[in-house]
Structure formats: C-alpha cells, structure tokens
C-alpha cells in the first residue's frame, strides 16, 4: 500500500470521528440513527460478524469508500477472517457488475492497511 492510500484512508477515519463527535452533540437524528446502527448490528440470529460482512457488499455496490473502512474494520473486529472479506467483496462484484470492482480495489486496500497496523 503507498502513502497516498494510507493517507486516504486515515483521512477517512478522521473525518468520521469528527462528523461523529460533532453530530452527536448536535443532532438527535444523528443519535437516532446510531442507536438504530448499533441495534442492528448486535448479535441476533444473525451474529454481528455476518451482518458486517453483508454491509461490505452492499457498500461495494454503493462505492462508498467510507462504508468500505467502516465495515471492514468492523468485520475484523468482530472475528471475520480476511477470506471471508473477500467472499463478502466478491458477493459485491457479483451483484453490481462491472462498476463494482472498482470498489473492490478500494476495500483491497483498506484490508492492507487494517493488515498492516497489526
């Protein structure tokens, strides 16, 4: 991975923890939205782990990189080996085409930077 990814990526993270620590201070629909976020994201019949990796795919579709880090980070720490990541990129090149490798490439690099930091 070459600085200019890393740097993407942590860019990434920054700006999220900033918008976070901003939104939740200043928005009861943003607090809303986190709650609905962690209820959904809790164990259940589905395990946690199985629920982030369902998002990595969609967020291939979508092309939102930030998505991409959020999840994949998520997915990690929840116990998802990096094959199961891939197969969760895979499920989301196969649902969006084309257009979604482009995004695969982008979560191809934020997994090397989770890789990297351990």
């Known amino acids: 991975m ?3 990814d890393r740097e993407k990526i942590e860019k990434i993270i920054d700006d999220r923890k900033r918008a976070h620590s901003y939104f939740m201070n200043k928005s009861k629909v943003y607090r809303s939205f986190v709650d609905m976020e962690q ?3 809790s164990d259940g019949a589905l395990e ?4 982030e990796l369902i998002a990595i ?3 291939i579709i979508m092309n939102c990189e930030s998505c991409l880090e959020w999840h994949i980070k998520q997915a990690l720490d929840s116990g998802a080996t990096e094959e ?3 197969e969760a990129i895979e499920v989301g ?3 969006g ?3 979604a490798t482009v995004s695969s490439r982008f979560a191809l690099k ?7 930091k351990k």
């Open 2 to 4: 070459d600085d200019k």
């Open 39 to 41: 209820k959904t994201y």
């Open 48 to 51: 946690k782990k199985y629920k």
């Open 57 to 59: 795919g969609i967020s």
């Open 84 to 86: 199961q990541i891939i």
């Open 93 to 95: 090149i196969e649902m």
């Open 97 to 99: 085409g084309g257009p």
């Open 110 to 116: 934020v997994l090397d930077y989770y890789r990297d």
